[in-house]
């Protein structure tokens, strides 16, 4: 039998100070779009993330997140690429960067 949680969709953290400050200080459009990312993410499960090119799904491979985890960089919109690290069904969002290099350092 299958694990039901790869057919669950993921489960957004949108709580890290870092992530909503930067989220806050940007355009209405820039926030738009990133949102409209989130909103879909909100409807995937772990398997369509890893396999959806849109989202240029990537480890970061310089650094560790928060209890050792990886880190990820994704595309969130044209412009930007957010980094995260999963935690079980979670997906923890920890900042934007307003280009790839930047997502990467």
């Not at 990820?72 to 999963?86: D, E, T």
Request: aromatic residues 10%; positive net charge; without cysteine.
């Amino acid at each position: 039998m299958k694990n039901q949680k790869t057919h669950q969709p993921i489960r957004l953290d949108l709580n890290n100070p870092v992530f909503q400050r930067q989220l806050f200080n940007l355009t209405k459009n820039d926030q738009r779009n990133i949102l409209n990312t989130l909103r879909k993410l909100a409807k995937m499960t772990w398997q369509q993330v890893y396999s959806d090119f849109g989202l240029k799904w990537e480890v970061i491979l310089s650094q560790k997140g928060p209890g050792d985890n990886k880190l990820y960089s994704f595309r969130v919109s044209k412009g930007f690429r957010g980094v995260a690290y999963r935690d079980g069904s979670w997906l923890r969002l920890l900042s934007l960067h307003p280009d790839h290099d930047s997502a990467n350092r």
